[in-house]
């Protein structure tokens, strides 16, 4: 089985989640930055009225290049810009709509390192741009910026937001019930240095927990550096240290999650999936009767759903069509094993803070542990490996699919092979899945071999 990250041979910039890079190299310099806001612009330019962008970015050092250099080619389209500053992603997602912006900008590489950076676009109705409109943004960078410029008189204004935070602050307390509390809980954050450094933490204080922060104190180059969604160990020993009842993640923009339980256990996104179907399924407010979730979920979440009366449908992966899938099949939870959750009754897009709310809300309402709330299944054994590569198709290789046909049949009904491209950098992502672990890593590393040798 495969699943692929790119549409192969159409996108030159864009990946699954926007444009993202190496900050002042290659997609991510001034100038194409520059472009890329007149392009962007010219797209989403329709009518007389006065058009605008809201921009937000998470704590990246190269954020103070990419910023204005995304003004300036909005402003010279005539757009007018309203920046508001360090904010998560979901909170652009919400203020796009909020603020009847004609378009909403992320500027975030994610749960990347800081030396890379990237953007993300929201059209108008808070959601992620199709792969239609992308191509149309690359067809008229190619073009040329002349047809984008406004007139002297026509230039976007620009201006700063600086209460964007607590209007985020207010929407996410208003996702937790009003007849729970976290009073009584001691919660640890960690914010990964990253977009939510000040308003998560000020979300859980003002419903009652009791806060330690952890991933606070951004300088604009440790945002995701041990610490956040992708590096629990923090806020596992946290959690352990301070005796919390439960720990949080997020990772850099704030639109993943990964929990820990009262004794240090990780919660992945498959668990937490499991979690919010049960309880929403129990009060009749899950939709479509199951979840969305890619090729990388776990088959023990399936069996769980199947045992709760649930389905699983699986896309590509990325959230963008985990969310097109929810949209086609009327279903409000989707989301990835990575903490990728999009509630769509909600959000547009993944909200990690919210999505812990709901984790949290979930809790109280049974009123026993996170430990005993948030482990529904057991996992099936599942190795990730990722192979670099350095140019060409490595899947196209006849002895790599040899060897993946081999692997195919090793595993058999009990197990499954998903293979893929990266969408954001050169990595060929090989996962294996099966009741067996010592098979699985075989049929794994064998798979790897081929492919280094084909890269």
Same mark, same amino acid.
């Given at each position: &089985?495969?699943?692929?990250?790119?549409?192969?041979?159409?996108?030159?910039?864009?990946?699954?989640?926007?444009?993202?890079? /190496?900050?002042?190299?290659?997609a @991510?310099?001034?100038?194409?930055?520059l472009?890329?806001? &007149?392009a962007?612009?010219?797209?989403?330019?329709?009518?007389q009225?006065r $058009?605008r962008?809201?921009?937000g970015?998470?704590?990246?050092?190269?954020?103070?290049?990419?910023? =204005?250099?995304?003004t300036?080619?909005?402003?010279?389209?005539? @757009?007018?810009?309203?920046?508001?500053? =360090? /904010?998560?992603?979901?909170?652009?997602?919400?203020? !796009?709509?909020?603020? %009847?912006?004609?378009?909403?900008?992320m500027?975030?590489?994610?749960?990347? =390192?800081?030396?890379?950076?990237?953007?993300?676009?929201?059209?108008?109705?808070?959601?992620?741009?199709?792969?239609?409109?992308? /191509?149309?943004?690359?067809?008229l960078?190619n073009?040329?910026?002349?047809?984008?410029?406004?007139?002297p008189g026509d230039?976007?204004?620009?201006k700063?937001?600086?209460?964007?935070?607590?209007?985020?602050?207010?929407f996410?307390?208003? !996702?937790?019930? %009003?007849?729970?509390?976290?009073?009584?809980?001691?919660?640890?954050?960690?914010?990964?240095?990253?977009?939510?450094?000040?308003?998560?933490? !000020?979300?859980?204080?003002?419903? *009652?927990?009791?806060?330690?922060?952890? *991933?606070v104190? =951004?300088?604009?180059?440790?945002?995701? %550096?041990?610490c956040?969604?992708?590096?629990?160990?923090? &806020?596992?020993?946290?959690?352990?240290?301070y005796?919390?009842d439960?720990?949080?993640?997020?990772?850099?923009?704030?639109?993943?999650?990964?929990?820990?339980?009262?004794?240090?256990?990780?919660?992945d996104?498959?668990?937490?999936?499991?979690?919010?179907?049960?309880?929403?399924?129990?009060?009749g407010?899950?939709?479509?009767?199951?979840?969305?979730?890619?090729?990388?979920?776990? @088959?023990?979440?399936?069996?769980? #759903?199947?045992?709760?009366?649930?389905?699983l449908?699986? !896309?590509?992966?990325?959230?963008?069509?985990?969310?097109?899938?929810?949209?086609?099949?009327?279903?409000?939870?989707?989301?990835?094993?990575?903490? $990728?959750?999009?509630?769509?009754?909600?959000?547009?897009?993944g909200?990690g803070?919210?999505?812990?709310?709901?984790? /949290?809300?979930?809790?109280?309402d049974?009123?026993?542990r996170?430990?005993?709330?948030?482990?529904?299944?057991?996992?099936?054994?599942? #190795? #990730?490996q990722?192979?670099?590569y350095?140019?060409g198709?490595?899947?196209?290789?006849?002895?790599?699919?040899?060897?993946i046909?081999?692997?195919?049949?090793?595993?058999?009904?009990?197990g %499954?092979?998903?293979?893929r491209?990266?969408?954001?950098e050169?990595?060929?992502?090989? &996962?294996?899945?099966?009741?067996?672990?010592?098979?699985?890593?075989?049929?794994?590393?064998?798979?790897?071999?081929?492919?280094?040798?084909?890269?």
């Amino acid at each position: &089985m495969r699943g692929d990250d790119q549409i192969t041979g159409k996108r030159e910039i864009f990946g699954t989640d926007g444009v993202r890079g /190496l900050a002042n190299a290659g997609a @991510m310099t001034p100038d194409r930055i520059l472009r890329l806001g &007149m392009a962007v612009g010219r797209v989403f330019k329709n009518g007389q009225h006065r $058009h605008r962008v809201v921009i937000g970015k998470d704590t990246r050092l190269s954020g103070y290049m990419i910023e =204005p250099a995304l003004t300036a080619g909005f402003a010279a389209s005539g @757009m007018d810009v309203f920046l508001l500053g =360090p /904010l998560p992603t979901p909170a652009m997602a919400l203020l !796009t709509r909020s603020m %009847r912006a004609d378009l909403g900008v992320m500027i975030s590489a994610s749960h990347n =390192p800081y030396h890379d950076n990237g953007v993300k676009f929201f059209g108008p109705d808070g959601f992620k741009l199709s792969d239609e409109t992308e /191509l149309e943004i690359e067809r008229l960078m190619n073009e040329g910026p002349e047809a984008a410029l406004a007139a002297p008189g026509d230039l976007g204004r620009v201006k700063r937001i600086d209460d964007a935070g607590a209007r985020y602050i207010e929407f996410a307390k208003s !996702t937790f019930p %009003r007849r729970y509390s976290l009073e009584g809980l001691r919660i640890v954050i960690d914010c990964a240095n990253g977009a939510a450094y000040k308003v998560a933490p !000020t979300v859980l204080w003002e419903l *009652g927990a009791e806060v330690k922060t952890i *991933g606070v104190e =951004p300088n604009g180059f440790n945002i995701n %550096r041990d610490c956040g969604s992708t590096a629990t160990k923090n &806020m596992k020993d946290a959690v352990l240290e301070y005796r919390a009842d439960v720990g949080i993640a997020l990772d850099g923009d704030a639109d993943r999650v990964i929990v820990s339980d009262e004794k240090g256990r990780i919660v992945d996104g498959d668990q937490i999936l499991a979690l919010i179907a049960r309880s929403w399924a129990k009060t009749g407010a899950l939709k479509g009767g199951g979840v969305v979730s890619t090729v990388m979920a776990n @088959m023990g979440l399936e069996k769980f #759903l199947q045992g709760q009366g649930l389905s699983l449908e699986r !896309t590509k992966v990325g959230d963008r069509y985990v969310v097109e899938a929810m949209r086609e099949k009327g279903m409000n939870v989707g989301g990835e094993p990575s903490g $990728h959750v999009i509630l769509s009754d909600h959000a547009t897009t993944g909200d990690g803070l919210v999505t812990g709310l709901q984790v /949290l809300a979930a809790v109280a309402d049974e009123g026993r542990r996170v430990s005993e709330v948030c482990n529904n299944f057991h996992p099936f054994p599942q #190795l #990730l490996q990722n192979v670099r590569y350095c140019g060409g198709d490595p899947l196209s290789n006849d002895a790599v699919k040899a060897a993946i046909k081999a692997g195919e049949a090793r595993l058999g009904a009990k197990g %499954r092979l998903v293979i893929r491209k990266s969408g954001t950098e050169p990595l060929i992502r090989v &996962m294996g899945e099966a009741d067996d672990e010592a098979l699985v890593r075989a049929v794994v590393e064998d798979i790897c071999a081929a492919v280094e040798k084909a890269a």
